[in-house]
């Protein structure tokens, strides 16, 4: 009896697609960016980049949502284009990359909107505080095979954040009114992967 149960469990499994079948992919840094964009005297915008940053995927094979993606990004390697700024942006006034030297993300949930689009949401780790951010994230591409034999795929993901949330708070005041930074910081992640295990 334990043997036909068991025969049976097998049967099921067999006929049952694996939703939870995945493929492991790695962040690949040379054909990757990790910007953001932050308000200026509220009249334009300042754009920066991280150079430094890794990360991992498990792309579910048949269902997307079944997907995790952890990443980190070396404060540190900030960069504007103006190195008097980058060293106040390590500074304690922001960043405080001495002390905290590592963002991070680590996704909670994959998920469909009704008009099929795909957010991810997870928990953001900057300045030692932790909130949970939603990331807009564009179609995945095809799979591709480059002329070393490795397979890739890339997409963008979005996201909006205030950095008051996260302890980030200094600013000067305007004469004119207003401030001198924005709180809302925008987020653009351009990911190209490489298939692991190959």
Do not use: C
């Amino acid at each position: 009896m334990k043997r036909l149960a068991k025969m049976f469990a097998l049967g099921i499994a067999l006929m049952t697609p694996n939703l939870a079948l995945a493929s492991t992919w790695t962040i690949d840094q040379d054909h990757s960016s990790v910007g953001f964009s932050v308000r200026h005297l509220m009249v334009s915008n300042v754009k920066g980049s991280f150079s430094r940053f890794s990360g991992t995927m498990a792309l579910g094979d048949n269902d997307i949502t079944a997907s995790k993606v952890s990443a980190s990004i070396d404060v540190s390697s900030i960069n504007t284009n103006v190195q008097k700024r980058d060293d106040h942006l390590r500074s304690p006034d922001f960043f405080d990359a001495a002390k905290y030297p590592g963002i991070t993300f680590v996704s909670k949930q994959w998920m469909r909107t009704p008009d099929g689009k795909l957010k991810v949401a997870g928990d953001l780790t900057m300045h030692g505080k932790t909130q949970e951010v939603l990331l807009d994230v564009a179609p995945f591409s095809n799979e591709i095979r480059d002329a070393w034999g490795k397979t890739r795929r890339a997409t963008t993901a979005t996201a909006r954040i205030n950095r008051q949330d996260f302890g980030i708070t200094w600013n000067k005041a305007l004469d004119a009114g207003g401030v001198t930074i924005g709180n809302e910081v925008d987020i653009t992640l351009d990911i190209e992967l490489i298939k692991t295990g190959q």
